[in-house]
């Protein structure tokens, strides 16, 4: 009896996605799954366990960023991908996009200090009791690059109200020692977001990039707790 | 018949783009500015058999779907022939 069953991953790629490279090699190589590229004309992703909305430019970040991404064929699949309790997992140009596409709460707007920053970033695990985050400890701080101009999240007060109530904030931009500050916060987010999940915890957006810290190669390998919690919940949810 | 769409951040949403713009209408010696909010406007073109009530309908769908996110955004639809 096999404890460790071949799971399915798909990075979803629209023109403009730029980042489903690395994310293909990571759950290629590090994860060690097979995983496709899915093109946003698809319908059916009913051969998937998680599908990883990347990176990027999706339609130039025309009208604002993941806005046309959102009216692509793929994404009435991952709209009911999700509804039936599979993994969405979307990163930056991703988190837009499920923003936009409603399968998250709030938007991201332009950053507060205007500029497109690229630089590494240390986050705070505020949530441990995800399918993206099991393997942490709440407060595990990690050291994860950012890359965007539009990463400022903000919603109304009743959305953040209610983001807090149901433990939906899953990291906050953080100082080193793992403090929640204003220094700390690259962009400008309402009270330090740096990513979030649905009521239901499958799905995550997150502005900084996990995919890019999974070698020390690259400066960090703290992205490799979080695909590592996801492989984890994948695991326990097929048996 | 056109469909003019004005989409403008909600009042409560900071735009950090209006106030670099304020700043530099200031440079240009206009001390007198108290805000600057940036917005969008589209036209939309439509076919001469759209009424007027069926094209205030459409804009206002398309500005509400698309041309607007509702979360950050309000819009107004303005018909002219």
């Given amino acids: 009896m096999s404890a460790f069953r071949v799971m ?6 629209f023109p403009g996605s730029n980042c ?3 994310a293909y090699h990571v759950i290629s190589k590090h994860v060690g799954q097979p995983v496709d590229f899915i093109w946003h004309k698809e319908t059916d992703l009913s051969a998937y366990d998680a599908v990883i909305i990347p990176g990027g430019f999706s339609y130039g970040d025309y009208l604002r960023a993941g806005a046309l991404a959102r009216f692509s064929p793929v994404m009435k699949a991952v709209k009911d991908f999700a509804a039936s309790g599979k993994f969405v997992f979307g990163i930056c140009n991703g988190f837009q996009i499920l923003c936009e596409a409603g399968l998250l709460p709030g938007a991201l707007i332009r950053n507060a200090g205007l500029h497109f920053i690229s630089k590494h970033v240390t986050i705070r695990t505020e949530n441990q009791y995800t399918p993206y985050t099991n393997e942490l400890k709440e407060g595990s701080v990690l050291s994860i690059p950012i890359a965007h101009a539009e990463g400022n999240f903000t919603c109304d007060d009743a959305t953040f109200q209610s983001l807090e109530e149901n433990s939906q904030i899953v990291f906050r931009y953080c100082d080193e020692t793992g403090e929640v500050t204003d220094e700390s916060n690259p962009n400008g987010a309402r009270s330090n977001i740096a990513g979030i999940c649905n009521l239901d915890r499958n799905v995550l957006g997150m502005m900084p990039h996990p995919e890019r810290a999974c070698e020390e190669l690259l400066g960090s390998n703290d992205g490799r ?3 590592r919690s ?4 994948i695991a326990a949810a097929s048996n | 018949m056109k469909a003019k ?6 009042p409560s949403v900071l735009d950090p783009q209006g106030k670099a713009i304020h700043h530099s209408a200031e440079q240009l010696g206009f001390q007198q500015i108290t805000d600057v909010r940036q917005g969008k406007y589209f036209e939309l073109a439509l076919d001469a058999s759209v009424s007027e009530t069926e094209a205030q309908a459409a804009a206002e769908k398309i500005a509400a779907d698309v041309l607007a996110n509702p979360v950050i955004e309000d819009y107004r639809v303005e018909i002219v022939q």
């Fill in chain 1, 230 to 233: 996801l492989t984890a919940s």
């Fill in chain 1, 225 to 227: 707790n979080i695909f």
């Fill in chain 2, 5 to 10: 769409v004005f989409v403008t951040l909600k």
């Fill in chain 1, 8 to 13: 399915k991953f798909g990075v979803i790629v």
């Fill in chain 1, 20 to 22: 489903d490279h690395d």
